[in-house]
């Protein structure tokens, strides 16, 4: 078995891979556990394919329980699903690729599994080795988002021998859950592998690992578990799984019954049946920030709560932009709302004028809801904070669980 231990001093000068960055080197970042940069392994092509094939399957993450059945717990908190081998000649190329870095055949790889991480979501303390009759013998981990991250470190907390100390100094800085630990901070196209076992083929107690909690951003990776037999080889010669027919209509939640008898398909159609209830115009964008002047379309969408999607500042003072939809949620149902959108009105619930002393008798909950108004709410040119409060007033807690969203798409 070959262990790689490259560490690239570039012709360019120092640690960078070519002026722009981008070509590919190795580097060797501990020997306890052993593990490994591979900078560059992947183009933001390639990561942007896995995304796609994933994403119309993601669902909630599991974890090994009794007897191998997979289990939620709140030790991985993330989306995640699996491709199987060879399901694209893209995928192919990849597991192609991790064969001969790690010198293992694609046949001891499982299938790739992809994992979303949102804000505050995580996976705790945990060994990939599985002391089986085949047990993992290495984990080689893509990183596939191109946001701007901050926290998603794959951390090693039992270890902080790094090669080289000045590694920790270049890589910094981490956030809380990594400091003081070998640990490598998420980016795009690097791959990871470190071996869970030692050369004896026990486990490597400083091999233990950790998804730190994403603080900011949206994080994707690919993993990659490779044993030390072949892994169903039969499984190769499968035809690749393919997504479900999206014409398909079939009851998704126990409660639509209920709410197609109360009309929804009709007030709600995105949600409901997928299609419908769009309304798009030829506007002029004006004075949105970032978008002076440009021809944009606008499109008015009612969504269900929750949106199922995660908004975001474009930049400090700047738009309320929707950064990422989350895989199955009701933004992503709806086949309307799209990253990159920008929120220019919401539904808002407001006070009436002259309401004020009945408010202070009655308060905001009391029925019926006479002391407020719906309005749509111009979030052009508003901070971020109003624009999620203008949101949050479509509260479900009143028997509110719809908000319209205007979104401009430059």
Not at 158 to 171: H, I, Q, R
Not at 265 to 288: H, I, P, Y
Not at 383 to 404: H, L, Y
């Amino acid at each position: 078995m070959l262990f790689l231990a490259v560490q690239s001093e570039s012709r360019w000068g120092g640690r960078g891979g070519g002026p722009d960055g981008t070509l590919p080197w190795i580097e060797q970042l501990s020997w306890s556990p052993r593990a490994y940069v591979y900078h560059n392994f992947l183009s933001p092509e390639e990561c942007d394919h896995i995304i796609a094939k994933a994403r119309p399957q993601m669902r909630k993450s599991t974890v090994q329980g009794d007897a191998g059945k997979a289990v939620v717990h709140d030790i991985r908190t993330s989306y995640g699903t699996f491709l199987r081998r060879k399901a694209t000649p893209v995928l192919e190329r990849i597991e192609r690729r991790i064969a001969k870095w790690t010198q293992l055949d694609l046949a001891y790889q499982e299938d790739m599994q992809i994992l979303r991480y949102g804000i505050g979501q995580k996976y705790g303390a945990h060994y990939d080795s599985l002391l089986d009759g085949s047990p993992r013998v290495a984990t080689v981990l893509l990183y596939l988002s191109n946001h701007t991250l901050e926290g998603g470190e794959t951390a090693f907390p039992k270890s902080n021998k790094w090669v080289d100390p000045a590694l920790a100094e270049s890589y910094a800085p981490f956030s809380k859950c990594a400091q003081g630990s070998v640990a490598f901070k998420p980016k795009q196209g690097a791959a990871l592998l470190f071996y869970s076992l030692t050369p004896a083929l026990e486990t490597d107690d400083a091999a233990m690992h950790t998804g730190c909690p994403v603080l900011s951003g949206i994080k994707w990776t690919a993993t990659k578990w490779i044993h030390t037999q072949p892994f169903h080889r039969e499984w190769l010669d499968l035809p690749p799984e393919t997504a479900s027919d999206p014409s398909e209509c079939r009851d998704e939640n126990e409660a639509c019954a209920g709410w197609a008898k109360d009309g929804e398909c009709t007030k709600n159609a995105n949600f409901m049946t997928g299609d419908g209830g769009l309304a798009e115009a030829e506007l002029d964008a004006g004075s949105q920030p970032g978008l002076e002047g440009a021809q944009s379309k606008v499109y008015e969408v009612t969504l269900r709560k929750p949106l199922g999607m995660v908004l975001a500042e474009d930049r400090v003072g700047g738009a309320t932009i929707v950064e990422e939809l989350v895989p199955g949620g009701n933004a992503d149902k709806s086949g309307v709302v799209a990253a990159g959108d920008v929120v220019k009105r919401c539904s808002a619930y407001v006070l009436k004028a002259g309401k004020e002393s009945e408010f202070q008798s009655k308060g905001h909950g009391a029925r019926p809801y006479d002391n407020w108004e719906r309005i749509m709410f111009d979030c052009t040119g508003q901070d971020f904070k109003t624009v999620m409060s203008a949101i949050s007033s479509n509260n479900e807690r009143w028997g509110i669980f719809n908000v319209t969203l205007e979104l401009l798409r430059p």
